[in-house]
T-cell receptor, first 112, second 115 residues
Framework: GESVGLHLPTLSVQEGDNSIINCAYSNSASDYFIWYKQESGKGPQFIID?????DKRQGQRVTVLLNKTVKHLSLQIAATQPGDSAVYFCAENKAAGNKLTFGGGTRVLVKP | GAGVSQTPSNKVTEKGKYVELRCDPI?????LYWYRQSLGQGPEFLIYFQGTGAADDSGLPNDRFFAVRPEGSVSTLKIQRTERGDSAVYLC?????????????FGEGSRLTVL
């Protein structure tokens, strides 16, 4: 399928290094902030979320940081692997009902 | 455990034609969502259902777009008098309920091309 990342900012990372993907959000009233991964030709896949009353949450090889002061969200991927190559989107949940607002996305390319 | 299934995976149509896109959510998921994704952009919310009713259709761009979910499971997104600007990937997602924070389970999408 056609890539969804043709015109996106790109982060090139050496395999084994850590990756940091950044996202700015606009709505201070959001309840949750979420990271999704999208591989070419596929739908977005949930990675991790963080509630607005937290500033850090860790998963398997991933950490999400939330800085509400500057409205900034980041995703850290430890020991990046070739399978991590994809487009990463941040999203906000602004209201009840899981109505997500997605950001523009960052393409991650892992170099062997 | 099947995931969200969308058909067709690809649809090419001519301007002015009518199109239906189908979504079969994960069994037992009561909430169903439609998003639209243009090339190089993040998904854009269209509509979501809780059960059979459309709980929020504020993202539908105009009255050419309509979606139904008559039995609370399968949903169909209907687009009348298609325009070239409707070309995009239409994504369907489901979740166990709307009380979840942000984990939606997406299908692979239906790519619509309007010539």
């Amino acid at each position: 399928g056609e890539s969804v990342g043709l015109h996106l900012p790109t982060l090139s990372v050496q395999e084994g290094d850590n990756s940091i993907i950044n996202c700015a959000y606009s709505n201070s009233a959001s309840d949750y902030f979420i990271w999704y991964k999208q591989e070419s030709g596929k739908g977005p896949q949930f990675i991790i979320d963080i509630r607005s009353n937290m500033d850090k949450r860790q998963g398997q090889r991933v950490t999400v940081l939330l800085n509400k002061t500057v409205k900034h969200l980041s995703l850290q991927i430890a020991a990046t692997q070739p399978g991590d190559s994809a487009v990463y989107f941040c999203a906000e949940n602004k209201a009840a009902g899981n109505k997500l607002t997605f950001g523009g996305g960052t393409r991650v390319l892992v170099k062997p | 455990g099947a995931g969200v299934s969308q058909t067709p995976s690809n649809k090419v149509t001519e301007k002015g034609k009518y199109v239906e896109l189908r979504c079969d959510p994960i069994s037992g998921h009561t909430a169903l969502y439609w998003y639209r994704q243009s090339l190089g952009q993040g998904p854009e919310f269209l509509i979501y259902f809780q059960g059979t009713g459309a709980a929020d259709d504020s993202g539908l761009p105009n009255d050419r777009f309509f979606a139904v979910r008559p039995e609370g499971s399968v949903s169909t997104l209907k687009i009348q008098r298609t325009e070239r600007g409707d070309s995009a990937v239409y994504l369907c997602a489901s979740s166990p309920g709307t009380e979840y924070g942000g984990e939606l389970f997406f299908g692979e999408g239906s790519r619509l091309t309007v010539l």
